[in-house]
């Protein structure tokens, strides 16, 4: 299983739309994201706009390739593209992609095999 962590920045103007429209995402979208095998999904908003994403898969490059062939994701992604500053191309396949530092349950299991 892979983690994976993104930042988008959502324009200021449009935060309220912007939350507005992921508070009752599209059925068939939601079932497209994880048709794809991402899990555990998560988008945090930060202020002024900064946007974090996170989700789970075990294959990555086959979750994103799904996504880029999906029609629904393809049209979600369409009307979600005015909602970004600086981004060329699509949110799912664009965003700044997160390096990640500390996983708890990683750090858990090299102590424990380090005590035994």
Known sequence: MTRIAFQLQ??????????????????????????SGRRNYSLFLAPGGVLFGSYETDDDAASQAYLAASEVAARWEAEMSRFFVGLDGRADQAATPLT??????TQLAAAESTES
């Open 10 to 35: 959502v324009r200021p103007e449009l935060l309220d739309e912007y939350l507005a429209r992921h508070s009752t995402v599209w059925p068939e979208m939601l079932a497209e994201i994880a048709a």
């Open 100 to 105: 990640e530092v500390f996983h708890l349950e």
